[in-house]
């Protein structure tokens, strides 16, 4: 694959010549491999842009054991504790 180089020399005056120069843009894109336009066609520029764009969503699932949790096995002993006490307070077996 070869490239070229554009390299346009002037004066270092910034804003000296502010039109658009579209066969400029128009090399430069064509060296990049990208488009160049004028108004009338940014919607389908960027709109192409878009599509070239991979989407960087990523969808994670994260799984929580229930009894790797500490808070759980302490609750769960205290439930059987509290039904215990209540069987043993009624006379229940």
Known sequence: ESRDLIVIGKSHREGEELSAAPDTLQRFADVCGGEAGDFTKTERIITGMLDAVESKE??????????????????????????WSMRKRLGLP
Do not use: H, P, Q, S
């Open 58 to 83: 990523a969808r994670t699932a994260e799984v929580y054991r229930l009894w790797d949790n500490y808070l759980v096995i302490i609750l769960m002993a205290g439930l059987l504790y509290l039904e």
